[in-house]
C-alpha cells in the first residue's frame, strides 16, 4: 500500500520555525521526485517546493525563497521542508505529492501520483 505521511504541523508565532516531515512508503521512493504543496483556506492548492534527487537543486517558490529549505533522505525514505521566518501566509495545510522522476513537478497537484492527507500550519500574527 502506498502511503505518504506527513508531520510536523502546528501552531506557531510569526517569525518561528517548524519542520515538516513526510514519510513514504509503498512505492520505490528513491524513483520519484517529491513536493510539497499547500492549501490556504479559501484557496487552491499552490506548489511550494519539489525535489528530485539528492543533489539536484530544488525548486521554491517565489514566496517561500531564503526562507523554506526542502532535503530528502532516500535511507529513511523522508523529505523535509525546514520552514523559517513564517509569516501569518503561510497558514496552510501542507501535502507531500509523488511524482516518478522522468514527469517532472507539475505545478498542477491533480498530475501527481501519490498524495498525503495533509498536516496544518497555523502561523499567528
Known amino acids: 500500500e502506498v502511503q505518504l505521511v506527513e508531520s510536523g504541523g502546528g501552531f506557531v508565532q510569526t517569525g518561528g520555525s517548524l519542520r515538516l516531515s513526510c514519510a513514504a512508503s509503498?512505492?520505490?521512493?528513491?524513483?520519484?521526485?517529491i513536493g510539497w504543496f499547500r492549501q490556504a483556506p479559501g484557496k487552491g492548492h499552490e506548489r511550494v517546493s519539489c525535489?528530485?534527487?539528492?543533489?539536484?537543486?530544488?525548486y521554491y517558490v517565489d514566496s517561500v525563497k531564503g526562507r523554506f529549505t526542502i532535503s530528502r533522505d532516500n535511507a529513511k525514505n523522508t523529505v523535509y521542508l525546514q520552514m523559517n521566518s513564517l509569516e501569518p501566509e503561510d497558514t496552510a495545510v501542507y501535502y507531500c505529492?509523488?511524482?516518478?522522476?522522468?514527469?517532472?513537478?507539475?505545478?498542477?497537484?491533480?498530475?501527481?501520483?501519490?498524495w498525503g492527507k495533509g498536516t496544518l500550519v497555523t502561523v499567528s500574527l
Open positions: 505529492a509523488a511524482k516518478r522522476r522522468m514527469f517532472g513537478c507539475p505545478t498542477d497537484y491533480n498530475f501527481w501520483d501519490y
Open positions: 509503498g512505492f520505490s521512493f528513491d524513483d520519484y521526485n
Open positions: 525535489v528530485a534527487n539528492e543533489h539536484d537543486s530544488p
